[in-house]
């Protein structure tokens, strides 16, 4: 079986390359995504570390002077396929932006070193040849430090997201506070052209867009310079943090290989899982978001608020394996991990971040929960990850309890993330 699953696996990731990089899903996705393409590389280093590289490589071209992976780099050729596009970013007549590409002036979480370290490993013979480490080390450097300097709106050493998209969680009930305060009309009159390739139960809401616009429009306009001291939407999301936190142990390792001090990169990421534990909510058990602009922390359950159980050394860490096997999550007999918690009285276990299951977010807890010893919980989760994955043609997501698909079809982080649970089941951080 393994054989079958991998090779349609691989048959997902060669119809969805671009020639320079790997679309998350051709048509609903139909530009470069920055931490889809973290993810793809993971996956892709099993069957060509070459490509995994030139996935990342196409990626950090679009970095921004200050330093910003953005998240997005868009084909000018499909701006009218995804909403907004270049033309509403303007992208070319802001200071920083490349001057040869298109992208938004958004980011999404730090999950590149990472990839980056995972990609040398699979063939450093190949990425030694290539300089890979080389060219890409000085532009992660300079992508954490944007992060470190600009984006520390909060003042704790945490990095802020300035937008729900910036979380990758799109609509997770994280934001809803934050968002209430956010007007949903915004001047920019959008279409849904997601909705052509998705059910719209299954997508946010036109309110919701409305809101994502409104945001979009004001950070655009302030030049994505990330001083609009009245900006009302500044969340510091445990989940963007642990992985920026995990990609400082990754740089560590990516300066000792090219001869470099990586003392300062594993401070770093020791200062980022100290300031964690500022977030940690004692009622759910798991970490929650810190609203910066109300200086108040989100109580609410979900798999963000879990994940930090990815760092060595994190503050409560049985307490959030615990949560993350028991009935609001795992527990409640779910096939693959909720997104959120279970028992909510608004968990809705097809639409989007507000229930349902993610294979991405599948990989990292099994990630999570074999790095704390709950070997039996990882391998069932890689277990039905692969299953899931080839039953259902690679989806977007599923239903936790049901299995059954939602979201596009032949993603490929789904893809990626299945091939590297067949390949690699230690389950190791940083192997």
Known sequence: MQKSVAARAIEVLEKNWSGSHT???????????????????????????????????????????DGRIPQIIFDPHRDQDYSPGSEFWRSRSMPNSPEALDTAGLVQPPNHAWAVWKVYLADPDESRRRSFLERAYPRLVAWHEYLRTRRNRGGRGLACIVHPWESGTDNSPLWDVALARVPDKPQHVFDRPDLQHANAAERPSDREYGRYFWLAERYRDHDCDDVDADYPFLLEDPLFNTLYAVS?????????????????????????????????????????????????????????????????????????????????????????????????????????????????????????????GRAESAEGIGANLVRLAEQNDFPEYVQPWKGSPHGTRRFSWTAALTLETLEHRGWGLLE
């Open 248 to 372: 400082e142990l990754a740089l560590a390792r990516i300066a000792g290989v090219l001869g470099l001090d990586g003392a300062g990169h594993l401070r770093r990421a020791s200062e980022l899982t100290s300031a964690l534990a500022s977030l940690f909510v004692g009622t759910v058990g798991c970490y929650g978001a810190r609203d910066v602009v109300k200086d108040s922390i989100v109580d609410k359950a979900t798999i963000n608020g879990l994940l930090p159980l990815l760092l060595p050394g994190i503050a409560h860490a049985r307490s959030l394996a615990d949560v993350m096997e028991g009935p609001r999550f795992l527990g409640s007999g779910a096939l693959l991990i909720p997104s959120y918690d279970a028992t909510a009285d608004d968990l809705d276990p097809e639409l989007y971040w507000r229930g349902p299951a993610w294979f991405n977010m599948a990989w990292l807890a099994a990630t999570a929960l074999a790095g704390y």
């Open 23 to 65: 679309l998350p899903a051709t048509g609903l996705y139909p530009h470069q995504w920055s931490w889809d393409s973290a993810f793809i590389a993971i996956g892709l280093r099993h069957i060509s570390p070459r490509r995994a590289g030139q996935e990342l490589d196409a990626l950090l071209a679009g970095q921004w002077a």
